[in-house]
């Protein structure tokens, strides 16, 4: 995904491998099982494979114990929904919300990432988990910024010409993460009205002297499962295949490509597919399974044991939500 070729990899290493796939199952998005990724990982020799689930981080103790055992580097992420007042109510537009990758670097990052998450449930939520500006800020340390697919914010303001607003964002981006941590996300999904993109995304990139990085949006195995995977969306919008105006996909390019497949896909941009590596070898988390990570609490005097405390703790807090309640 970034600025070396892939003439410039070792011999024997693999030159790409997936840092961005979508495999979100609450939302009935995504029709990949994460065994299966790892799986189609191994069999095309990628040394690495990210799971980045529309908000959650639901997928990513399976996907370190998956990828672990098949000697894959798992790359835990998530893609943010990330809006200007996680706070404030949606007025119903779509461009308000816009998709933003994040990867954990290293374990204060996948911390960070948890922290995000909850609060775009706990502060940010109506319709989705939403996180602003602020907040990004506040669980940066740690992570990798990738600039966001085309529903991103700076994909969208190049693809509808809006250059001001793009060098605004990747600014901002940089401010928040550090112009070591954020690469310019380029996608080609085989959607025509998108197609200008990718060269405006690759123009600005140069000129802002930040790396491009190429990513997959994977919500399905296999070409083949295209259409499976659009009777899925259908199950989710509670929409019938025969309906015009229903969400659907406007390609078939939402798969598991192969390096070879990438290449050819990025062939005017070899130095993002490489970067994919450079990027995945500085996404180092840790997950131990072997320690029982419960908080402590000490008991206050005035009260007899554990038990007594968390009643009373409770009481509390019953009579604080619902005094007055008959």
């Given at each position: 995904m970034e600025s070396s070729k892939a003439t410039s990899e070792p011999a024997g290493r693999a030159s790409f491998c997936h840092l961005h796939v979508h495999s979100d199952f609450s939302a009935l998005d995504g029709a990949c099982k994460i065994e299966d990724l790892v799986a189609q990982a191994v069999r095309n020799g990628m040394p690495a494979v990210a799971v980045t689930d529309h908000g959650v981080l639901s997928g990513a103790v399976q996907l370190y114990q998956k990828a672990k055992a098949a000697g894959v580097k798992p790359v835990i992420g998530l893609e943010a929904y990330v809006v200007e007042d996680r706070?404030?109510?949606?007025t119903g537009h779509r461009e308000e919300r816009w998709h933003l990758t994040?990867?954990?670097?290293?374990?204060?990052?996948y911390r960070n990432l948890l922290g995000l998450s909850s609060k775009a449930f706990l502060e940010g939520y109506y319709g989705k988990p939403r996180a602003d500006y602020d907040l990004l800020r506040e669980h940066a340390e740690g992570l990798i910024?990738?600039?966001?697919?085309?529903t991103g914010r700076l994909s969208k303001a190049l693809e509808q010409g809006r250059d001001?607003?793009?060098?605004?964002?990747?600014a901002r981006?940089?401010?928040?993460?550090?112009?070591?941590?954020?690469?310019?996300e380029?996608?080609?999904?085989?959607?025509?009205?998108?197609?200008?993109?990718?060269?405006?995304?690759?123009?600005?990139?140069?000129?802002?002297?930040?790396?491009?990085?190429a990513t997959n949006d994977i919500h399905y195995l296999g070409a083949s499962d295209a259409a499976a995977h659009d009777a899925l969306l259908c199950v989710q919008t509670g929409a019938r295949l025969g309906e015009e105006k229903r969400m659907r996909f406007s390609s078939q390019e939402f798969y598991f490509k192969t390096e070879a497949e990438m290449l050819e896909a990025f062939r005017d941009y070899p130095e993002a597919v490489s970067n994919t590596v450079l990027v995945a070898e500085r996404c180092n988390v840790s997950m131990d399974f072997d320690r029982i990570l419960l908080p402590q609490y000490t008991v206050p005097e005035g009260f007899d044991g554990e038990p007594a405390?968390?009643?009373?703790?409770?009481?509390?807090?019953?009579?604080r939500r619902y005094r007055g309640t008959p």
């Open positions: 706070f404030r109510k949606e994040l990867l954990a670097r290293d374990d204060r990052g910024c990738l600039s966001g697919c085309p001001r607003d793009a060098d605004a964002e990747i981006l940089v401010d928040i993460f550090g112009r070591e941590n954020v690469y310019i380029i996608q080609i999904t085989g959607i025509d009205e998108l197609a200008h993109v990718p060269a405006r995304l690759a123009e600005l990139a140069a000129r802002v002297d930040l790396p491009l990085v405390y968390l009643r009373h703790l409770c009481e509390e807090g019953l009579t």
